[in-house]
């Protein structure tokens, strides 16, 4: 079973999140949280596979918990919010969530996403997988405009497959993809992952998104 968190401020939704979730038969929801400090604390006591988190909550908002529970290690973050694109997801994803899912999505495409994120792939809104990718990698001037800015330098231990990979990932490929791109099967594409996310320092593939398209690789 995947262990699933819910936090988020409007009970109803959480309690929409539930019954939905339910209906899955591997998805097990452990516990609720209506702001971030209290799912803080209920991935420290649960330990669940996945965190559901709405990033604007009372008091601790969902940007700073997503932090404090990716830097403890107690769980994937997958990040649910409305169509906005605003700094609080950038701000979540850049924490190391593992994902961004608008809240309007079906009900299998959010089960879906549950279910990758808890076996180590990102996932992110179809709808806006690009422009995230590109605002997040853009730095913004002091007028507010937005431009690339010079490529930054790849860790020089990068093996040529795994800038491959890192390429990949900045395209928002899945595993499953990446495997059928350079023609390896899906478990040795996931190593390859982890791989490149030890040696880049980051703990999602949002983040080593974000590190392709500033090296000018995606």
């Known amino acids: ?52 988190m709405d990033v604007r909550m009372p008091g601790t908002d969902g940007v700073t918990a997503t932090r404090q529970i990716v830097e403890e290690g107690l769980s994937e973050v997958l990040v649910l919010t409305t169509f906005d694109l605003d700094e609080y997801v950038f701000g979540a994803l850049r924490a190391g969530a593992a994902g961004f899912l608008l809240k309007t999505a079906e009900a299998t495409a959010l089960v879906d996403a549950v279910r990758h994120v808890a076996a180590g792939d990102g996932v ?14 853009a730095p913004r001037e002091g007028n507010g405009v937005r431009h690339r ?14 800038r491959d990979v890192l390429a990949g990932l900045g395209s928002g490929l899945s595993n499953a ?25 980051v703990t999602s593939r949002v983040q080593a998104a974000i590190a392709a398209r500033d090296a000018g690789l995606a």
């Not at 988020?8 to 452990?30: F, K, P, Q, S």
């Open 1 to 52: 079973m995947i262990r699933v968190l819910l936090a988020d401020d409007h009970a109803a939704i959480r309690a929409g999140l539930r019954m939905l979730l339910a209906t899955a038969g591997d998805i097990e929801v452990v516990g609720e949280a209506g702001d971030g400090a209290v799912a803080v604390a209920n991935a420290r006591a649960l330990r669940p596979d996945v965190v559901l």
């Open 149 to 162: 800015g010079p490529a930054k330098e790849l860790p020089a231990d990068l093996t040529p497959r795994e």
């Open 177 to 201: 993809e990446l495997a059928g791109e350079l023609m390896i099967s899906e478990a040795t594409a996931k190593t390859h992952v982890s791989r490149v996310l030890a040696k880049l320092g």
């Open 124 to 137: 992110v809104a179809p709808e806006v997988t690009r422009r995230l990718i590109a605002e997040l990698s």
